[in-house]
């Protein structure tokens, strides 16, 4: 047995964070055993145990996914804990020692600060650094530094930088609350410089599509307390005041959409005064935010020499970071790079980044050393180079990879590698757009927080990794924004001066970004920092309602809706065509059934009920308004009939009629998806689990305009913002809003984890305790294979379609339990296959509960998985296959029809508008019957 992925409250020995609820996890890997009959967890102030602060008891139930220690926590101290399991068989394990240390405050501003917040006494638009000598005469136990500076800041001890972070303190909604971090330091017998270099960021620099500069701060700021331990028992503090000096920084320049300039040149001899500045210590709380750090680096595949005659590097990826390149240029030297995504007509081009700079130059002092950037980050693939002497070798050159620190737990791999191109797309659309808050793209001038995008891939950010940390601290941000906006949500956060607020779908981040980290590590943390923020924002909802005549629909407002579908009435237009006024209404019900089932987990009974009874309510309302007394929905789009099978609103006697509505809307778009920001995560998913999967495929497998395939067939790396971003000739069809890395379409891939793999977590228990797994193969894939290191361990689900056979193959973690369902089989068949499972036949389908361990299986489904022909297949695949075209040319001759009927099914062609091609009854039934034969 081994105890491996050891947390506290999803973070690897946490140093400085704000850690209420201090809550254990860890996973158990290689046990002799399938239960954890038994768990001690201990806590000391000692590494070696020899002060137990805790001890867990024999009536304490310890769940792995989540285990709140019952402890006080003091500031600015360290607490080592380690946890023993065994098993049924008694096997047993002791982890090894982990550890987690509180920052200066354990909580908000619950202490004095001896610093004082101070400003370089130069010009405000002057870059600078703060400084001051630190004597050290007598040995040292330990040292502490809780530092942040404003807008972004780097800490250096003698010249040598602390830490590994990047672009600290992060982006925050500033007015409502300022994150500073804790430093472990190490300091020499003597003289020890100490100094805090700061750039503009988010938080002076220009940024924002409204205000463009000084958003929350006009000065650059820092604030730094250092206590020192000494030996002899006796404790230092030295803290900003205005005895700090301030210099000149060679970063000359900086912004977040402009880029850098970095004049290595400059003087930073001089010496400069700092003055106090009233910041206040209110806002200030211990860290949230997960490390921003460097977690690859890429060698650029090609330096090309455009038609133009530039010089372009290409990383052969859409990266978000920075260039680090290693320079022998002169003294004097001007070296500068410019960023882009894509090429045009084989040239340099950036024109969609808008205002958007991204530029970087640096001025050479002669020194030979790596040259990298600072304070600002780039979205690219291109960078032009210009100034550089001879020839530009690669080497010299990489991508430094920037995102938040979030373990990988996942990879999904098919028989189709455009497939699996998509899914890696998919992955770097969330790497570059996780950096501290879920940004809608990294490289032109916006990079905003916008909430539809965040909640729109909330799902499938927590099957790629461990989300719970990044979203706890956007979550702190939200709520901040709604304390100011009377529990509305504003369209982006940090808001950052823009104006919008309230649009379904975006603002119901609130309650759908908690709730899918909740059913993925079953952590009951996130639900109870943000209940508050949940329940603030159905609260905001119905006092709309109420003050519309309290029908139980969400009516007034404005909305994004179904943001860039493709059904809308202005051809190229943003909004499509679904009725704003019912998707609002839609999630109105959504939001309070996740608020009254998040109060019921917190025992909040009271709140329960009522919001319960209003969500009931709404549920009614919402029949009675869009469905006729014969179950047809009055809103005859995709998205429509998605929204209401994936959000509950479907009533049994509407069922049958919103599924073939939704085909139908399909069958008159040739199976082309139509879908925007709404129907388009949940599209696919409806789709498979309302007995469709085979168009879900067939979607997904779609290699033009509009589908996932086409951007990977065009040479894509990250997910577009538009279907058609690129155009089939390799022109960017736009540059007003057209980002190539938005990675909000790339919630496809929680359709492949959940359908396509069949990997789902339950609300009874999260976190992958107790789970299912339903598999929906397909033909157009031969195989699938999904790892998922979940909350509760690993999980495999694994399926080949091997001729006639299909071949499984699943894994339980340790103390788990799964529902597994195998299609299309047959219980006597799979009782045979495996011992100790009790199996069920459920109509075609065989299901069972099994415990941890491995699995597999390998049948003849009731159902051939293979390409099938009917009457229900387009003319253009009848003609393609020589069978089928066969059996058309004896039973139905005609001469060549018109390309738009060629789209048509044989059904449409013969029955309804196509009348001029009608056949009867039985020769219909006759051919759809001869079609299906074919092998």
């Not at 690669?394 to 430094?400: C, K, T, V």
């Not at 909802?541 to 059904?567: F, I, N, P, S, V």
């Not at 006697?653 to 129907?679: I, P, Q, S, W």
């Not at 007995?691 to 033009?704: R, S, T």
Request: proline share 4%.
């Amino acid at each position: 047995m081994n105890i491996k992925h050891l947390k506290l409250n999803h973070l690897t020995n946490p140093l400085g964070y704000d850690v209420q609820n201090p809550t254990i996890s860890y996973v158990v890997e290689d046990a002799a055993g399938k239960h954890q009959v038994s768990a001690k967890v201990q806590v000391s102030l000692k590494e070696d145990f020899s002060e137990v602060l805790y001890e867990s008891g024999a009536d304490e139930e310890i769940i792995n996914t989540g285990f709140e220690l019952p402890i006080a926590l003091e500031p600015m101290s360290r607490y080592y804990w380690k946890v023993q399991v065994t098993d049924e068989t008694g096997d047993s394990a002791v982890s090894d020692v982990q550890w987690f240390e509180t920052a200066k405050t354990v909580s908000g501003n619950d202490c004095t600060w001896e610093a004082k917040w101070i400003t370089p006494a130069l010009d405000k638009q002057v870059q600078a650094a703060v400084w001051k000598d630190i004597e050290v005469s007598k040995p040292v136990v330990k040292a502490r530094a809780y530092v942040v500076g404003l807008g972004l800041y780097e800490l250096y001890v003698n010249g040598e930088k602390q830490g590994n972070e990047c672009l600290l303190p992060g982006f925050c909604d500033y007015d409502s609350w300022i994150q500073y971090q804790t430093y472990e330091l190490q300091f020499k017998a003597g003289k020890n410089r100490v100094e805090v270099l700061l750039g503009d960021g988010w938080y002076k620099g220009v940024y924002g599509m409204r205000t463009l500069v000084e958003n929350y701060g006009d000065r650059l700021a820092a604030l730094a307390e250092i206590h020192v331990w000494y030996e002899d028992g006796t404790e230092e503090i030295i803290g900003t005041d205005t005895e700090w000096n301030a210099r000149k920084s060679q970063i000359v320049e900086n912004g977040i959409y402009s880029g850098e300039v970095y004049d290595a040149t400059v003087d930073t001899s001089e010496t400069f005064g700092t003055e106090l500045i009233d910041l206040g210590y209110e806002r200030l709380n211990p860290r949230l935010s997960p490390a921003i750090i460097v977690h690859e680096k890429i060698q650029p595949i090609e330096v090309i020499h455009t038609p133009t005659g530039e010089t372009v590097l290409d990383m052969g990826q859409n990266m978000v970071g920075w260039l680090q390149f290693h320079s022998k240029a002169p003294k004097g030297s001007k070296l500068f790079f410019q960023f882009g995504e894509i090429l045009q007509d084989g040239n340099f081009y950036n024109e969609n980044l808008r205002t958007a700079k991204a530029e970087f130059t640096y001025i050479s002092d002669g020194v030979e050393r790596d040259v990298c950037q600072h304070f600002t980050f780039y979205g690219y693939r291109f960078v032009k180079v210009t100034g550089w002497e001879g020839e530009v070798n690669p080497e010299d050159f990489r991508g430094l990879v920037i995102h938040s620190e979030m373990e990988e737990l996942s990879e999904l791999t098919t028989s189709n590698p455009l497939v699996n191109r998509l899914v890696l797309n998919a992955k770097w659309g969330m790497k570059g757009n996780f950096v501290d808050v879920p940004t809608d793209c990294p490289q032109r001038d916006e990079r905003y927080g916008w909430t539809g995008d965040a909640q729109i891939f909330s799902g499938t950010a927590c099957y790629f990794m461990d989300t719970v940390a990044f979203y706890t601290k956007y979550g702190r941000d939200l709520y901040s924004e709604q304390v100011k906006m009377n529990g509305s949500v504003p369209d982006v956060v940090p808001v950052a001066n823009y104006p919008g607020d309230a649009s379904t779908a975006w603002a119901d981040a609130a309650t759908i970004i908690p709730w899918n980290v909740y059913l993925h590590y079953g952590d009951k943390n996130i639900l109870r920092r943000q209940y508050d923020s949940m329940k603030g924002w159905v609260d905001y909802m119905k006092r709309a309602d109420d003050e519309d005549g309290a029908k139980r629909l969400w009516q007034t407002g404005t909305h994004y809706a179904d943001w860039l579908a493709l059904d809308g009435n202005v051809p190229g237009g943003v909004y499509g065509a679904t009725d704003p006024n019912m998707i609002a209404s839609a999630y109105y019900y959504y939001s309070t059934n996740i608020l009254a089932k998040t109060a019921a987990i917190l025992g909040k009974t009271e709140d329960a009920a009522f919001y319960g009874k209003v969500a009931a309510e709404i549920y009614n309302a919402f029949i009675n308004e869009y469905y006729t007394p014969t179950g047809k929905l009055s809103v005859d789009t995709t998205t429509a009939y998605v929204v209401v099978l994936y959000t509950g609103l479907t009533p049994d006697f509407a069922y049958e009629r919103v599924c073939r509505g939704l085909m139908n809307r399909l069958k008159k778009n040739f199976y082309h998806l139509d879908t925007g920001f709404v129907g388009t995560p949940w599209l696919c998913r409806m789709l498979s689990e309302n007995g469709m999967n085979d168009i879900a495929y067939h979607l997904l497998m779609e290699e033009g305009y509009p589908g996932w395939l086409y951007e990977v067939l065009m040479g894509a790396t990250t997910v577009w913002e538009r279907w058609n971003s690129v155009e089939p000739d390799g022109k960017i069809s736009g540059t007003e809003m057209n980002s190539l890395n938005h990675y909000s379409y790339g919630s496809i891939v929680e359709w492949m984890f959940r359908n396509m793999a069949g990997i789902n977590p339950t609300e009874e228990t999260a976190g992958f305790k107790k789970f299912r797994i339903v598999p929906m193969p397909d033909y157009r894939i031969e195989n699938c294979d999904a790892k998922l290191r979940a909350a509760s361990g690993l999980i495999e689900s694994a399926w080949k379609i091997d001729g006639k056979q299909l071949k499984f193959k699943f894994t339980v973690p340790f103390d788990a339990e799964a529902e597994i369902v195998l299609p299309n089989a047959s219980a006597e068949v799979i009782a045979g296959q495996a011992e100790n499972i009790e199996c069920r036949q459920d109509g075609e389908n065989v299901v069972f509960l099994a415990e941890a361990g491995t699995y597999e299986f390998c049948y003849e489904p009731t159902t051939p998985y293979r390409k099938t022909y009917s009457i229900n297949s387009t003319w253009e695949e009848l003609q393609a296959n020589p069978k089928t075209k066969a059996v058309l040319e004896k039973e139905y001759p005609l001469k060549k029809i018109p390309f738009e009927k060629e789209l048509c099914t044989l059904e449409e062609m013969t029955w309804g508008p196509f009348t001029g091609y009608g056949m009867t009854r039985e020769k219909r039934e006759r051919i759809d019957k001869l079609l299906k034969e074919v092998e």
